[in-house]
């Protein structure tokens, strides 16, 4: 563990600037710092080319050489995004280098997959890359922080990311909070998230619903309900609060019966079981309110024989 940790420490300084690349790489050129220590963004600039650190070298890869990350968490890709990135590389070529690591004659992706789609989108074979030697270790770790701090990861991408890596590190959420720089409560709510049902986790992810009611819907045990709930959102555009009077409604308990209502009610079926053996034929008796003696009397029939068989009986 304390093997893992330390690792762990030296991966998330070197990622911390990754992440730093693909936000760059998808708003604008960056602008000339000058900063005490050297960060990867400041040192593999496209005018500069040089290296954040012995062994590190940026070099033009064929991307057919290059193998997806298996660690990648993002399962939805917004098109739209990608193609206006792609028509920018079109223009003005990619600003900067994905994050490789060597692996015999080809090139595993550690970071910046969004840039490498948009990259293919654009009909161009190679991409400028920053080759990087690490561990299976520090490429998963790579692979999550990067993804765990991007801000358009949705809610479920995120929080299976934060699963993902509490299990891989065997860590706890205080201690990935520490590494992260996140609060422990905000992964732990993130980390709530899959025990939604399938149908909600869907549309959550569909951004059909928000966190908010998510979040929410996390307080009704009950799984059939809660998916019904998390439709009756989606269908009539419930906000959180109406949804959380929705949920105190359900779980306020039935007023219990008073004793006089119910002694009534109780003599009231023995009447209707006594007229059905009287009559032959099933009757209902409703009463009108608490405090009067109006009400209505039912008597089934089921043919004409039935018929005459009750009309005989109340009129002898």
Same mark, same amino acid.
Do not use: C
């Given at each position: 563990?304390?093997?893992?940790?330390?690792?762990?420490?030296?991966?998330?300084?070197?990622?911390?600037?990754?992440?730093?690349?693909?936000?760059?790489?998808?708003?604008?050129?960056?602008?000339?710092?000058?900063?005490?220590?050297?960060?990867?963004?400041?040192?593999?600039?496209? /005018?500069? &080319?040089?290296?954040?650190?012995?062994?590190?070298?940026?070099? @033009? +890869? $064929?991307? !057919?050489?290059? #193998?997806?990350?298996?660690?990648?968490?993002?399962?939805?890709?917004?098109?739209?995004?990608?193609?206006?990135?792609?028509?920018?590389?079109?223009?003005?070529?990619?600003?900067?280098?994905?994050?490789?690591?060597?692996?015999?004659?080809?090139?595993?992706?550690?970071?910046?997959?969004?840039?490498?789609?948009?990259?293919?989108?654009?009909?161009?074979?190679?991409?400028?890359?920053?080759?990087?030697?690490?561990?299976?270790?520090?490429?998963?770790?790579?692979?999550?922080?990067?993804?765990?701090?991007?801000?358009?990861?949705?809610?479920?991408?995120?929080?299976?990311?934060?699963?993902?890596?509490?299990?891989?590190?065997?860590?706890?959420?205080?201690?990935?909070?520490?590494?992260?720089? /996140?609060? &422990?409560?905000?992964?732990?709510?993130?980390?709530?998230?899959? @025990? +939604? $049902?399938? !149908?909600?986790? #869907?549309?959550?992810?569909?951004?059909?619903?928000?966190?908010?009611?998510?979040?929410?819907?996390?307080?009704?045990?009950?799984?059939?309900?809660?998916?019904?709930?998390?439709?009756?959102?989606?269908?009539?555009?419930?906000?959180?609060?109406?949804?959380?009077?929705?949920?105190?409604?359900?779980?306020?308990?039935?007023?219990?019966?008073?004793?006089?209502?119910?002694?009534?009610?109780?003599?009231?079926?023995?009447?209707?079981?006594?007229?059905?053996?009287?009559?032959?034929?099933?009757?209902?008796?409703?009463?009108?309110?608490?405090?009067?003696?109006?009400?209505?009397?039912?008597?089934?029939?089921?043919?004409?024989?039935?018929?005459?068989?009750?009309?005989?009986?109340?009129?002898?």
């Amino acid at each position: 563990m304390s093997e893992n940790k330390k690792r762990l420490g030296r991966g998330l300084n070197s990622l911390l600037s990754s992440t730093r690349i693909d936000q760059i790489a998808e708003t604008a050129p960056p602008q000339p710092q000058i900063e005490p220590t050297p960060r990867i963004t400041d040192t593999i600039a496209p /005018e500069s &080319r040089t290296v954040s650190r012995p062994g590190d070298y940026v070099t @033009e +890869l $064929t991307i !057919d050489k290059i #193998n997806r990350n298996p660690h990648q968490p993002r399962q939805e890709w917004d098109q739209q995004k990608l193609l206006d990135l792609s028509e920018s590389i079109k223009a003005n070529g990619l600003i900067q280098p994905i994050l490789v690591r060597p692996m015999g004659d080809t090139f595993q992706l550690i970071a910046g997959e969004r840039r490498l789609r948009a990259t293919q989108m654009a009909g161009k074979d190679k991409i400028p890359a920053l080759v990087r030697d690490a561990t299976e270790e520090q490429m998963l770790e790579w692979a999550l922080v990067e993804n765990i701090h991007r801000a358009d990861l949705n809610s479920l991408e995120r929080a299976r990311a934060y699963q993902q890596y509490l299990s891989r590190f065997s860590m706890t959420q205080q201690e990935a909070a520490e590494k992260l720089g /996140e609060d &422990r409560s905000t992964i732990a709510n993130y980390i709530r998230l899959l @025990e +939604l $049902t399938d !149908d909600a986790r #869907n549309l959550l992810a569909e951004g059909k619903i928000s966190m908010g009611h998510a979040r929410a819907l996390l307080g009704v045990p009950d799984k059939n309900a809660q998916a019904r709930l998390a439709q009756q959102v989606f269908k009539q555009h419930l906000s959180v609060r109406k949804l959380e009077q929705l949920i105190q409604q359900m779980k306020k308990p039935a007023p219990a019966p008073e004793p006089e209502q119910t002694a009534r009610q109780s003599h009231i079926h023995e009447l209707e079981q006594e007229m059905t053996r009287s009559l032959g034929s099933r009757v209902n008796i409703k009463t009108s309110g608490k405090k009067t003696h109006r009400g209505k009397i039912t008597i089934e029939f089921y043919n004409l024989d039935d018929f005459e068989n009750i009309r005989q009986k109340l009129l002898s």
